[in-house]
């Protein structure tokens, strides 16, 4: 009996299935708002292997959820850097970002305008 090396062809496989699963499981954890479980998720994944788009995509969406501006701004700069054919999908989200750090700022403005 043999042991199964981190190099070897067969781990390999697994271990991109298992981030695939992984991947996909934190789809599911974003539509039930766990933000900081995909976060966590997908900086492992990113750690070990740090050309995954879709890891990228979707750590940047879990950050944009949680007012992380910078680092989903940045996550989302990567995915375009991996994969030019989600232009159209980042671009989308970048707009989704802008729009929410602005209300946001807006209701800041207004929740402190009194305060002061």
């Not at 042991?3 to 062809?9: G, L, P």
């Not at 994944?45 to 890891?55: D, E, F, L, T, Y």
């Not at 207004?110 to 305060?115: D, R, V």
Request: proline residues 3%; glycine residues 4%.
């Amino acid at each position: 009996q043999t042991k199964e090396k981190a190099w070897d062809v067969p781990w390999l496989k697994l271990e991109k299935m298992a981030n695939t699963l992984t991947l996909n499981y934190c789809q599911c954890l974003l539509r039930m708002e766990e933000y900081y479980e995909v976060i966590e998720h997908t900086t492992d994944i990113i750690n070990q292997h740090p050309g995954v788009a879709k890891a990228y995509y979707l750590r940047g969406k879990a950050h944009k959820e949680v007012w992380n501006e910078a680092e989903a701004r940045q996550d989302f700069s990567r995915v375009m850097d991996l994969d030019p054919g989600m232009k159209k999908a980042v671009k989308k989200e970048l707009a989704v970002l802008s729009m929410r750090m602005e209300e946001k700022n807006q209701e800041d403005k207004n929740t402190y305008k009194g305060m002061f």
